[in-house]
């Protein structure tokens, strides 16, 4: 089946550092991908996403591009600060349409 | 205007007890979902409702039972809890399929 491998964390930077998380993805077909976000105490929100191949998705200064070749969708960020603390999770659409396939997630903190 | 809503946010009981979480949306989704995340922060979709249907239904205790009375709203029922249901339980919905979904809170549920 689907699965997604992020890295392991938990990943810990000072503020303004640059950020990757990596992740790769196993799927049959050509799957939506995903990073959500989780703030301590709250619910997922959606990061961003990319539905096809070399498409990049950005939003609040993140950014991931899917690599089909490579099958990845590593998400960067190039000068975090201390609010993007949080819990990133890489997901992708499994290709029957019915769910998401969750990474393990990747504790972020940074320290001023 | 909260979107994905869910009563309570923490409950604690013991043992062998039956409790209910409620989850309603507010976004006019016809997808809604329940996940399990542990203490590693791992998410596990436990059930997935559409338009009232039953569509995803994982390899989950029969003491867990999901309600759906309407479309906007999708309730999870746990008979005789076990010290192993402690875990924090997001709702979640979606317009079509899976890919954006919203989530709730999270309910934290302590069992003693």
């Known amino acids: 089946g689907d699965s997604v491998t992020q890295m392991e964390g938990p990943v810990t930077l000072s503020e303004e550092a640059f950020l990757t998380i990596n992740c790769t993805y196993t799927a049959t077909g050509y799957p939506s991908l995903f990073w959500y976000v989780q703030y301590p105490g709250e619910g997922l929100q959606l990061l961003l996403k990319?539905?096809?191949?070399?498409d990049k998705g950005s939003n609040k200064g993140f950014e991931a591009t899917y690599r089909k070749e490579t099958t990845s969708f590593h998400l960067e960020k190039g000068s975090v600060q201390v609010s993007d603390s949080a819990v990133y999770f890489c997901a992708l659409e499994e290709t029957s349409g019915s769910r998401l396939t969750f990474g393990e997630g990747t504790q972020l903190t940074v320290n001023p | 205007d909260t979107a994905v809503s869910q009563t309570p946010k923490y409950l604690v009981t013991q043992m062998g007890n039956d409790k209910s979480i409620k989850c309603e949306q507010n976004?006019?989704?016809?997808?809604m979902y329940w996940y399990k995340q542990d203490s590693k922060k791992f998410l596990k979709i436990m059930f997935s409702y559409n338009n009232k249907e039953l569509i995803i239904n994982e390899t989950v205790p029969n003491r867990f039972s999901p309600k759906s009375p309407d479309k906007a709203h999708l309730n999870l029922h746990i008979n005789s809890l076990e010290l192993g249901d402690s875990a924090v339980y997001f709702c979640?919905?979606?317009?079509?399929?899976?890919?954006?979904?919203?989530f709730g809170p999270g309910t934290r549920l302590t069992v003693l």
């Open positions: 979640a919905s979606s317009l079509t399929g899976p890919s954006e979904q919203f």
């Open positions: 976004l006019g989704h016809d997808t």
């Open positions: 990319a539905t096809k191949a070399d």
